[in-house]
């Protein structure tokens, strides 16, 4: 293993982290005559509850209505010497169901004999052509939003979404506009400042971020809210929330993220955020996003990617209440 393929060692000469891009880029698609249509118990989507990225798409699995359609599989939050895979501890699988694999870089090997590349979470994996059809979050949930439509019951569907959807017409080019910085300085953001190698990367990287979530704290107090573009989830929101449900309990610490704490110096944000969690009516389908949270999972996670072995307790509660 080179030292480039080591999770640990995220950062180039220069001390900057630079994300690789993800490799299996197919589609999902109701046209007719697609390589990957929407069927029932076809696909499987393979996480764990420590990665943001693998964490939207489940959030969006839940909130789609697809656990009866899309099957998932929990691996530990554990990164293994070979990468990611299970050991059946914290509620995790035991092994791969479909082939009894003990680690995840098994089912890429067998999508991609000789497969070199990073073994990432979430994977989508479809089962009658055995092979992976994408491994980039941002293009799963995409999928997931619309193309399972017509397999779903109607109150699912992405045109009864009061908003129009959860990437609406209307709305779209906002939100992309929206999650670009968002992506760059922040979902990205606490890697580059947390794997930072260099005294000089970090201080840089950890100035954008924080620059960043003050942008992010003045957008909710100029939108009418709850949510980041007003009175209905969408993808915006979706994508935000794994980091910021990461931020006080891991970035803080772990990634050295430490000028502030969402709970002290961001009040809208926080407000967005608790209000997003604890959810249990129809914008969330009854409580996705809680669904989809395990602290301990984030926090032991980050730990282990860190290489860290005491995990930081705090701060406590890992979120505030509800009404506090
Ligand atoms: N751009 C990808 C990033 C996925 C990603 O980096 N996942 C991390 C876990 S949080 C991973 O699997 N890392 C393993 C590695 O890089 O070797 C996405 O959004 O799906």
Same mark, same amino acid.
């Given at each position: =293993? ?12 220069? !001390? ?6 993800? /490799?299996? $880029? ?16 076809? #696909? ?30 929990? =691996? ?6 070979? !990468?990611?895979? #299970? ?5 995790? =699988? ?32 479809? /089962? ?14 995409? =999928? ?20 129009? %959807? ?72 979706? $994508? ?27 009040? $809208? ?8 969690? #604890? ?7 009854? %409580? ?12 032991? !996670? ?23």
């Amino acid at each position: =293993m080179s030292n480039k393929d080591d999770i640990k060692a995220f950062a180039d000469k220069d !001390g900057h982290f630079r994300r690789q891009p993800s /490799k299996f $880029r197919d589609s999902i698609s109701r046209e007719a005559g697609a390589h990957f249509p929407p069927e029932k118990d076809r #696909y499987v989507l393979y996480i764990n509850w420590g990665c943001p990225w693998a964490n939207r798409t489940a959030i969006v699995r839940f909130l789609k209505g697809l656990e009866d359609i899309i099957q998932l599989v929990v =691996m530990d939050y554990e990164m293994f010497p070979e !990468g990611w895979g #299970y050991s059946g501890r914290n509620g995790t =699988m035991e092994n791969d169901p479909l082939y009894g694999f003990t680690r995840h870089r098994q089912l890429y090997e067998k999508a991609e004999p000789g497969y070199e590349g990073r073994v990432l979470v979430p994977t989508l994996w479809d /089962k009658k052509n055995e092979t992976i059809v994408n491994n980039e979050s941002s293009e799963i949930i995409r =999928m997931f939003y619309t193309e399972f439509d017509d397999l779903l019951p109607e109150k699912f569907q992405e045109k009864s979404h009061p908003a129009g %959807g959860f990437l609406p017409d209307s709305l779209k080019k906002d939100i992309d506009q929206f999650n670009e910085w968002v992506y760059n300085d922040i979902n990205n953001g606490v890697y580059k400042t947390g794997f930072a190698s260099s005294q000089e990367a970090y201080e840089q990287n950890i100035g954008i971020l924080f620059k960043a979530l003050d942008r992010v704290e003045a957008h909710l107090e100029k939108s009418e809210g709850p949510f980041l573009f007003g009175k209905h989830l969408t993808e915006a929101d979706i $994508r935000l929330y794994p980091t910021i449900a990461r931020f006080d309990v891991a970035y803080h610490s772990l990634f050295k993220c430490n000028l502030k704490l969402i709970r002290h110096d961001y009040p $809208r944000i926080d407000k967005w955020y608790r209000n997003i969690y #604890y959810d249990e009516g129809d914008e969330t389908r009854g %409580g996705a996003f809680k669904k989809a949270t395990y602290f301990d999972h984030i926090k032991y !996670g980050y730990a282990g990617a860190k290489k860290v072995q005491i995990v930081p307790k705090g701060p406590m509660p890992d979120i505030l209440a509800k009404g506090a």
